[in-house]
């Protein structure tokens, strides 16, 4: 297939233990005895792939069946990990490649119509994925792609970040910055002002409201940074996966 750097701009717990690429190299080093290491993977891919191909026009049974297929056909029994190399790239651009060149050699409504494939298999079956944002509808199949994979990654983080504040007592610092960030993003409205989100979290001082909030950030932050550390085969490749996540969530 030849080079496969991404030009685009725009699980399980094992997974959350380990690099984007242990996983990848356990499998090539036939560690993955259990099919652990293959299915942390796919649960971190399943939806970018399915996303991707809702965008070019495929419809939600085509859609699973397409996503079930590839996974099986080509990362499963056609050994696509074992040509996986960190330094061409990205591995997301790898595998959107690769099922580039899936969908060119398949029908889409012959292939629809037909069993799931048999041969190697593990347990994957997205058997009732999300319905597309409203905010995709509009992106390219690519950038598509690109944003389930971030939006992702981003949901990871915020998790962490609010049990970590949960587990030191920082309850209230965490509603602050739900309330003055992460709300605003997700029901798309403009944030409140820190005066606001005091008000409505208890703490009357705007000075405090805004140490708290930094606080979290700094957090939230941090735990972005490792985050994606751990997809990136370079360490001087954080920063561009970091900025590209921003430019995706403004």
């Keep these: 297939m030849g080079g496969y750097k991404d030009t685009n701009t ?24 259990d099919g ?16 991707y191909l809702r965008r070019r026009g495929c419809d939600n049974e085509q859609a699973k069946d397409l ?6 056909e080509i990362v499963l029994n056609r050994g696509l990990l074992q040509r996986a190399d960190r330094s ?23 292939r629809a119509r037909k069993r799931r494939p048999g041969g190697k298999r593990i347990p ?10 409203q905010t995709i509808c509009s992106m390219t199949p690519e950038d598509c792609y690109n944003y389930a994979w971030l939006s992702d990654l981003l949901e990871q983080v915020l998790t962490e970040v609010r049990t970590d504040c949960q587990s030191d007592g920082l309850q209230v610092h965490w509603q602050i910055f739900y309330e003055r960030l992460v709300r605003p993003i997700l029901e798309d409205f403009a944030p409140p002002s820190l005066q606001e ?6 703490v009357e001082e705007e000075k405090k409201v805004a140490n708290m909030l930094v606080t979290v950030k700094r957090r939230f932050q941090t ?3 490792r985050r994606v550390r751990n997809t990136v085969a370079q360490e001087d490749e954080v920063d561009d996966e970091v900025q590209e996540l921003l430019e995706y969530f403004p």
């Design 223 to 225: 735990a972005l940074r």
């Design 10 to 33: 725009g699980g399980a717990g094992y997974a959350f233990l380990t690099t984007q690429w242990s996983l990848i190299e356990g499998v090539q080093s036939a560690q993955d005895k």
């Design 67 to 72: 996503t079930q297929g590839f996974f099986h």
């Design 197 to 202: 989100v005091g008000q409505r979290c208890g």
């Design 88 to 110: 061409k790239g990205r591995f997301r651009a790898f595998l959107r490649h690769a099922l580039d060149q899936y969908l060119r050699n398949e029908n889409t409504k012959a």
């Design 124 to 133: 994957f079956d997205p058997a009732d994925p999300p319905a597309l944002p």
């Design 36 to 51: 652990a290491l293959i299915g942390a993977l796919l649960t971190r891919y399943w939806k970018p792939v399915y996303w």
